[in-house]
């Protein structure tokens, strides 16, 4: 357990300041000074900051493993039922209630304070006194400024926020960064490899909320033998390694994968572990579980470093970032990047919009973007995109339905599916592709796609293609072909009538598109026009005022379309899978964003061509200006697609796709799944 000596020496710091700040909040819970209108909430969240202490000590004491399934329980609503939807209306966390109950002049600030607190929940779990210190005594200092006998300095108020997230950047940049490409930050590790999985207490170990979806699928693959778990792994790390194949890059070079998984796939992902060791690799880990609340997570505190964000904490934390990374350069520079592990079937989510949340004003947007490049760039220095690749897997969870079993079988299917067999499929469509100066997609019925997509020109058709044959490695499941459009000439509408991007719903996405960007866009989610383009361009385009199309490619994976509909569970597919479904278009960077330079070839020995667009030539100029650091795919299912033509240069013109089936000659064998 390398973590808890890593964390040794700030715990015995914090020990003294631990004590002293946890006296001082006990005496809150008992009596406040506060005005009376803010007495509840302080109290609150005083007996909230004494409930993780109480988690931590036991956490230093060793007892927390020897907890019953119903204390398990207990410590995961104390720490997440004021949350849950159920409870979120009269929850300080929710800023509509916050400002309700204590104003509009503080009830966003301190309903903002609440959830920083709660980023600490995880921490005590892990035993990190220090981490609890700083929090607990951010809100002490609050506190103060609310008992004060002059009266609420609010300046002061917004002043111990803004110095806080200033003066601690070094543990919260260093915590990231540590667990992101140093093994030593082993908690998830040990959790994984030495609990008993069949007793599924194991699961409250990390202080991630738990439902009845982790619990279900524990159970699910407890179930399932040795030789089903460990071909499962076996896809999802055989798509690493053959995704360093694939770039020519040598993988025996590396030193660590990150592990990214959803808590409950712990056998799956111990087996993983055991195959990554094999390859000659150690890893990092990142677990997420089911969100108790959408709402509270995506929507209502996203905006709110709004409170605390300038160019001055923004080039601090830089500052920091890039100190943190030349000290964690030897582990920076072994890291082979991220395998992930995506869980799919919640019911779909759009957000109800509040006027009471905290929003980020036209400068901090425009600061924000900065800092993302910055960041970007920073990271790459040490972390080599050349030298990276990454694999990513999905599968249902129990909140799909009740045919979760026969979901989750065939999603297996679907992710082991003979990628020798599409590979030959989609070269067919290379092959003519290769010789499109333009391609043209069409919509039909409610879609009223019409968009023309300019092709890279070969200037050695027998020896360079434009596209890529993209099989089962770094995105399982199998079925692609794509490309990084010219923008010159990409020009038209993309429109899908209900699509789901990063687990956000939207309805009659409609993006116009002139040589390549972005020119126009709305959607039918709010009734008010402001709210839908604010909606699309805080999602979507990350708060850019526009971006390049991407990517273009052609999903081919018509057994995964057909399982959407067999099930009905089209709106609840991860863009993973969704994306092989029918054609796709990405909003954002390339697919082959930093990796430029770098040779690759399909399977027929062709070297790929299209990797560069006209924003991504600029990185030698400007490094700001060439990357966008985003990249959204959005797909036209087959049943809303008319056709995908090439037309050539010379004016001749060949279906790939007429009427939502395949009428390319040596492809139809993917229109059974659409037939069956």
Not at 95 to 103: D, F, K, M, Q
Not at 272 to 288: C, P, Q, R, S, W
Not at 538 to 564: C, Q, S, W
Not at 638 to 666: N, S, W
């Amino acid at each position: 357990m390398y973590y808890e000596e890593l964390y040794r020496e700030s715990n015995e710091l914090a020990a003294e300041r631990f004590e002293l700040v946890m006296e001082r909040i006990s005496s809150i819970v008992e009596h406040t000074d506060v005005p009376v209108q803010y007495d509840s909430y302080f109290k609150r969240t005083a007996k909230f900051i004494l409930t993780l202490a109480d988690i931590l000590q036991r956490k230093e004491n060793g007892v927390l493993a020897d907890r019953s399934m119903e204390e398990c329980r207990h410590d995961n609503e104390a720490v997440y039922g004021d949350i849950l939807p159920e409870n979120y209306g009269k929850s300080f966390a929710n800023p509509t209630y916050a400002v309700a109950e204590l104003g509009s002049e503080y009830g966003q600030i301190l309903s903002a304070l609440l959830v920083m607190i709660r980023k600490c929940v995880t921490d005590a779990f892990m035993g990190k006194k220090m981490n609890v210190t700083i929090y607990a005594e951010l809100f002490v200092e609050i506190y103060n400024h609310f008992e004060s006998e002059d009266g609420i300095d609010k300046k002061a108020v917004e002043q111990s926020i803004y110095w806080f997230w200033h003066d601690y950047s070094e543990i919260f940049v260093g915590d990231a960064y540590r667990s992101m490409v140093s093994p030593k930050e082993d908690f998830l590790k040990e959790i994984v490899m030495s609990s008993d999985l069949t007793d599924l207490r194991y699961l409250y170990l990390s202080g991630h909320y738990i439902s009845e979806n982790e619990l279900g699928i524990a159970e699910f693959l407890n179930a399932m033998s040795e030789e089903e778990i460990q071909a499962m792994a076996d896809t999802y790390t055989e798509g690493y390694r053959i995704g360093f194949v694939n770039m020519g890059v040598d993988l025996s070079k590396k030193s660590s994968a990150r592990v990214i998984y959803p808590l409950a796939f712990e056998r799956m992902v111990r087996a993983a572990i055991k195959n990554f060791e094999k390859l000659g690799l150690d890893v990092t880990m990142y677990a997420v579980s089911t969100l108790a609340n959408k709402q509270y997570s995506y929507f209502d505190h996203k905006d709110d470093e709004a409170l605390y964000y300038d160019k001055a904490f923004v080039e601090r934390r830089l500052e920091v970032m890039k100190t943190t990374l030349e000290e964690l350069k030897k582990e920076a520079n072994g890291h082979a990047g991220p395998a992930v592990i995506e869980t799919f079937g919640e019911v779909p989510f759009s957000p109800e919009i509040k006027e009471d949340v905290i929003k980020m004003n036209e400068k901090q947007q425009q600061l924000k973007l900065y800092d993302m490049s910055q960041s970007g760039q920073i990271r790459n220095q040490y972390i080599i995109p050349e030298e990276r690749s990454f694999t990513i897997i999905a599968y249902p969870i129990p909140a799909i339905g009740e045919q979760f079993k026969e979901i989750f079988a065939e999603t297996v299917k679907v992710n082991t599916l003979d990628y020798k067999l599409y590979q030959g499929i989609q070269q067919k469509m290379i092959d003519v592709l290769d010789t499109a100066e333009k391609v043209h997609i069409t919509g039909k019925g409610v879609n009223k796609t019409d968009l023309y997509v300019s092709v890279y020109p070969l200037d050695n058709p027998e020896k360079e293609t434009a596209f890529e044959n993209c099989v089962a490695d770094v995105n399982i499941p199998v079925g692609e072909v794509f490309t990084s459009p010219v923008m010159k000439g990409t020009t038209g509408k993309l429109f899908v009538s209900q699509v789901f991007l990063n687990e956000l719903k939207y309805v009659n996405l409609d993006i116009d598109f002139e040589d390549g960007v972005i020119k126009n866009y709305t959607c039918s989610n709010f009734e008010d026009e402001a709210e839908c383009k604010k909606y699309i361009k805080d999602n979507v385009l990350f708060k850019h005022d526009t971006l390049p199309m991407g990517e273009f490619a052609i999903g081919t994976n018509t057994t995964a379309y057909r399982m959407a509909r067999d099930y009905n569970i089209a709106d609840k597919l991860p863009i993973l899978i969704a994306e092989k479904t029918g054609p796709h278009f990405a909003v954002g960077d390339t697919c082959f964003s930093h990796q430029e330079e770098v040779i690759s070839y399909n399977p027929d020995g062709k070297i790929i061509r299209a990797k560069e667009n006209d924003f991504s030539l600029l990185r030698t100029e400007d490094m700001s200006k060439a990357y966008f650091n985003c990249h959204t795919d959005i797909t036209i299912p087959y049943d809303e697609l008319d056709k995908i033509t090439v037309i050539r240069k010379d004016g001749t013109e060949i279906d790939i796709i007429a009427d939502g089936r395949f009428v390319l000659p040596g492809t139809e064998e993917l229109n059974k799944p659409l037939d069956a």
